[in-house]
């Protein structure tokens, strides 16, 4: 739930098979624009799919004016129309039994994204980019 945290140290290897940054909560420009300078120049991993989610037009406008769509487009990064989406299991990456996701939004209680079966964990841009890049959960400093 919610009120779990840990270090990432403490939590060893957890693989996922989405990530989602953004939201209506948490789809700021600033959160798209750490995961972009991450991402930039790289490509997700091929086991992970990975969603961005404008929280409003004007942020979506931002992010194309800026480079910050086109950079998360080329990494293979799906970018979602502004609004809810996933975090609620409404469309785009609603999650299946034994799915596994790695999200910015603010929410992570069973059932909230799609399947009580799935797992979801909470975590910043840095670490949703980072994750995005590995397959698993990853602050980027440590050894692969």
């Known amino acids: 739930g919610i009120d779990s ?30 995961a972009a300078g991450i991402l930039k120049g790289n490509t997700i991993h091929p086991g992970v799919r990975v969603i961005a989610a404008p929280g409003s037009r004007q942020i979506a406008l931002e992010m194309e004016q800026t480079g910050i769509y086109r950079d998360l487009l080329n990494a293979g990064v ?14 785009g990456g609603v999650l299946g039994d034994g799915d596994a996701c790695l999200a910015t939004t603010n929410r992570n209680m069973p059932g909230r994204m799609g399947s009580r079966a799935a797992k979801v964990y909470i975590a910043s841009p840095l670490v949703a980019a980072y994750t995005a890049l590995r397959g698993y959960i990853s602050a980027g400093g440590e050894k692969s």
Do not use: M, S, Y
Request: aromatic share 4%.
């Open 5 to 34: 945290v840990a270090e990432i140290e403490e939590i060893g290897r957890i693989w996922v098979n989405q990530v989602v940054v953004g939201g209506c909560t948490n789809g700021r420009l600033k959160d798209f624009a750490v």
């Open 78 to 91: 799906l970018i979602l129309p502004p609004g809810c989406g996933p975090c609620t299991a409404l469309h």
